[in-house]
């Protein structure tokens, strides 16, 4: 495990993990969470050799935002606020980009930037006892980083109650419009969350790559580009990596593919 001030990181059955651990300040953001962000990221991108990754809160808050003494400067100097902004932006990219499955596993408060966080990650599992909502709002303040993610995965209807009525929800609310996957006992999120990357991560990691590239890069597109963009992808792949053809020969000769008797 790697210890920094504001959080950790560890690697177990090729499954990374971090961990906010201030939560006596509610895993708030401060410029060393943001620092120590960017130092695992950096980590994560370099390695290979991970299938998946994990974020996830100590407490009783997965993340409530920007940190207040980064607040009160921020009021007063509207460009640091926008630099500030605009590192956390670059973060969850960072986070979205990834070659690998992400996963936040929201332990407790999620709002504000930490809300944003959970939007980069392809998914969302949540504890039942948790409460997540946008709250920029409710604060006169505007969003920075997550009003589009919002919009194409719970829908523009939804998006903008959640957004402009700057309330809480439930576990299983989040579930009901489409924000989480899952809402599961606390006691036992860290468990699913890790059963679940665990189903991914045994895929080839150039797979999951490409799957990946393609959500991202045919976010915007219509149908018939969307479909051409996809075909493209499949005839890259198929002719630079040997994932496909060796699936095949395994089903055919009835046994485990190469990747999966090395893992």
């Known amino acids: 495990m790697m210890s920094y001030s504001t959080l950790t990181y560890e690697v177990s059955d090729r499954i990374g993990v971090i961990t906010f651990t201030q939560p006596e300040r509610l895993n708030a953001i401060s410029e060393a969470r943001l620092a120590e962000l960017e130092a695992v990221l950096d980590r994560v991108e370099a390695d290979e050799d991970i299938g998946a990754l994990i974020l ?12 207040l003494d980064l607040l009160e400067r921020a009021f007063g100097d509207i460009t640091y606020f926008e630099a500030t902004v605009r590192r956390l932006s670059i973060i969850i990219e960072r986070i979205e980009a990834l070659e690998i499955p992400t996963i936040t596993a929201v332990n407790g408060y999620a709002r504000a930037g930490g809300f944003e966080i959970t939007l980069g990650c392809d998914f969302l599992i949540i504890a039942n006892e948790a409460k997540i909502g946008d709250a920029h709002t409710d604060a ?11 919009k194409r995965r719970v829908g523009d209807q939804r998006a903008k109650e959640l957004m402009l009525t700057a309330r809480w929800y439930s576990g299983a609310e989040a579930v009901a419009i489409g924000l989480a ?20 991560a045994d895929k080839p990691r150039a797979t999951i790559a490409a799957v990946k590239k393609v959500f991202i890069d045919g976010a915007d597109l219509g149908v018939k580009e969307g479909t051409e963009l996809e075909l493209k992808s499949f005839v890259r792949y198929m002719s630079t990596e040997p994932y496909g053809r060796e699936g095949y020969r395994a089903f055919r000769e009835k046994r485990a593919p190469s990747w999966k008797q090395a893992g």
């Open 56 to 67: 996830t809160g100590t407490g009783k808050a997965f993340c409530v935002g920007l940190d």
């Open 140 to 150: 006169g303040v505007l969003p920075a980083c997550v009003t589009l993610r919002l």
């Open 181 to 200: 996957l899952k809402s599961v006992p606390l006691a036992n999120l860290l468990d699913e969350a890790r059963a679940f990357a665990a189903s991914i």
